[in-house]
């Protein structure tokens, strides 16, 4: 046995001098971080999905929207927006019309 003899290596580690900055600007850009990281969207879908339903893998709220429109908004809001001429509504159908009878 060999006394004074480190068996394993000793690694150094440098510390990093970080600029000092406000506990609340860290708590601000900490907040900015988690929210980019859990910001949900809604995002157009190729089928007509139940209401509230979401993309499993992303976590995005799903729409379906036809004649030309583009999907947007925020989840629980999502909208169709720039519909084709003529069409609008909350998919971007045709419009209703007033029967006579």
């Not at 068996?7 to 708590?27: C, Y």
């Not at 084709?84 to 045709?94: I, K, M, S, V």
């Amino acid at each position: 046995l060999v006394t004074g003899v480190a068996l394993f290596p000793t690694f150094v580690t440098a510390a990093l001098r970080v600029p000092d900055v406000s506990s609340s600007t860290q708590l601000s850009i900490l907040s900015s971080s988690r929210r980019r990281e859990t910001e949900k969207t809604c995002v157009a879908s190729s089928f007509s999905p139940e209401p509230g339903e979401f993309d499993a893998a992303t976590g995005n709220e799903l729409i379906y929207c036809i004649n030309g429109g583009t999907a947007g908004g925020t989840p629980g809001n999502c909208t169709c927006t720039s519909c084709n001429e003529g069409f609008g509504g909350a998919h971007c159908g045709p419009p209703c019309v007033a029967s006579s009878d």
